[in-house]
């Protein structure tokens, strides 16, 4: 824990704007050494903004207020100069390139020279040291490509060891991340902390992490400051106050009340098998079983590299895996889906989990976005029908409560929760039997969570079968009315989830045996 008179950063009266845009408002930030630091915030609320005027992203000049580090007002042009300093930010969408080694990446733009050539052993030395202490376990030669999301975010704090760091601000650095990996993830902050005198910004929207982890929380709402909570054993963190910070508004429930109206089998999958798009001797859907009934919110649950979302993909058209096989009934009826365009025209929708990479165009407007699965229906004699389009949209914006001030807005300017506001209402728009939502709040903070467990809900209740594929435990509990356990690329278990809980989930999670197909449909 920090002594109370040991401040390492000052942020005061910082206020920025972008146009007419008030994006941060005499805001103020006080950090003591050696504290793992957390702010908090809806999405939107000016989080990242802050931090990128800390590292200098926006650089002095942009912006009004001053920043006190280490007792000395900084004046930042660049992110060189505040890492100069010892203060290094790792971004949400982590800045590594996929087809140059660990090694290569942890020293990218910080090359290590002798002379003029790159002092290739010193390197080495060097990655093979930071990786030890991140705890990452791989060949420095390995590409990043070929690694998960949670090796990579240790790649990122690698890479941030190499530049003397003595500020390490992380935004949203477990928000792709499972529970497991999470854990580790923070455990390695505190570490750093403890044993290298590090401090820790973190920026997350995971409240059971901040209570867990963090020494301090600053709330921030519309771009200005709105308390302070210092965290220790005899005061422990009150989520309910955070929220109710956060949000503006009480949330006494998590997730919203439901009551579902489930009816007919609506969509089946038996026996799916495919095997790894680079290796086809390795199964990846080892004989997969499950359906969803008209009306049914149905989650599958499952550590990383249990094979949800590649199955979902390899049903959802094809888009994962080889040499895919086993049946899919929609409404009773065997059909195949060989494309993604077949699967659409059959009214099944699959919202990825990757929203800014697959979800959307960013640089395309809401409307184009909204109506950009649904064409054909908007369009007479292969044109599109305009009118129609700004209804359709323009309602979905109203509905789902997308903080826009119009459907010409590109995608790229909203926040996560409102970018997976417009992903909903893309497939909302196609009036689908089935839904595939993958990972659907991820990066998303509590208030926006809320929101989009309603839109779930409401599409439940016109009579869509939902399916949810999450790593975080409690929203499955909280939204679904069954949940499979999915484990080494089987289903290992189905459960009501109003009759079971976190530790059984997991139980099945980490099993060995799959599920017999007669027990695996409703």
């Known amino acids: 824990m920090a002594n109370n008179d040991d401040v390492i950063l000052e942020m005061r009266h910082i206020i920025k704007r972008f146009g007419p845009v008030t994006a941060l408002n005499d805001v103020n930030i006080t950090v003591k050494r050696g504290q793992i630091f957390s702010i908090c915030g809806e999405n939107g609320a000016g989080k990242s903004t802050l931090m990128n005027v800390l590292s200098g992203v926006y650089p002095y000049g942009t912006y009004e207020g001053d920043i006190i580090y280490n007792g000395e007002t900084c004046k930042f042009g660049a992110i060189r ?9 790792i971004h949400q969408e982590l800045a590594l390139v996929p087809y140059m080694t660990i090694e290569e990446n942890i020293f990218l733009g910080n090359q290590r020279t002798k002379g003029i050539a790159i002092d290739a052993d010193e390197q080495r030395r060097i990655a093979l040291d930071v990786m030890g202490t991140v705890g990452l376990d791989e060949n420095p030669d390995t590409k990043i490509s070929n690694i998960g999301v949670g090796k990579q975010q240790l790649v990122e704090i690698a890479k941030a060891l190499t530049k003397d760091v003595k500020l390490l601000i992380l935004d949203e650095p477990t928000a792709a991340l499972n529970d497991e990996d999470s854990a580790k993830l923070l455990k390695l902050v505190d570490n750093l902390r403890r044993e290298q005198g590090i401090t820790a910004i973190i920026i997350s929207h995971k409240l059971n992490e901040i209570a867990a982890s963090a020494d301090a929380v600053q709330v921030i709402r519309d771009g200005q400051t709105i308390s302070h909570f210092e965290i220790d054993a005899s005061h422990p963190l009150d989520q309910d106050a955070l929220i109710r910070d956060m949000v503006g508004r009480p949330l006494t429930n998590r997730y919203p009340e439901h009551t579902p109206k489930i009816g007919k089998e609506m969509f089946r999958v038996e026996d799916w098998k495919m095997y790894h798009p680079l290796d086809e001797h390795r199964l990846v859907a080892k004989g997969v079983n499950f359906n969803v009934r008209e009306g049914e919110i149905v989650g599958l649950a499952g550590l990383i590299g249990a094979g949800r979302t590649e199955t979902a993909m390899s049903v959802f058209g094809r888009q994962y895996g080889t040499h895919a096989s086993g049946k899919v009934f929609l409404e009773g009826k065997e059909v195949s889906f060989p494309t993604v365009r077949s699967a659409i025209d059959h009214g099944v929708a699959y919202a990825t989990e990757d929203r800014k990479v697959y979800g959307l165009n960013l640089m395309k407007t809401i409307r184009e976005n909204t109506s950009m699965a649904s ?5 007479k004699h292969g044109v599109i029908d305009e009118t129609r389009e700004k209804q359709v949209a323009e309602q979905y914006r109203r509905e789902f ?10 995608a790229g300017n909203l926040s996560g929760g409102n970018q997976q506001k417009v992903v909903l ?11 595939i939502l993958d990972e659907p709040t991820r990066g998303i903070d509590v208030g926006a969570k809320y929101d989009i467990y309603e839109i779930i809900d409401q599409l439940a209740d016109a009579g869509s079968a939902v399916v949810v594929i999450s790593s975080e435990l409690p929203e499955l509990l909280g939204i679904c009315d069954r949940i499979y356990t999915m484990s080494a690329g089987s289903i290992t278990g189905v459960f009501d989830a109003k009759q079971t809980n976190q530790e059984e989930l997991m139980r099945y999670m980490t099993s060995n045996t799959a599920l017999p197909k007669s027990e695996s449909f409703a």
């Open 401 to 410: 409560r997308t903080k826009a001030p119009t459907i010409e807005m590109p």
């Open 375 to 379: 064409l054909k229906a908007l369009s």
């Open 81 to 89: 100069d505040s890492e100069a300093k010892g203060i290094v930010i």
């Open 425 to 435: 209402a893309k497939w909302m728009a196609t009036n689908p039997k089935v839904l």
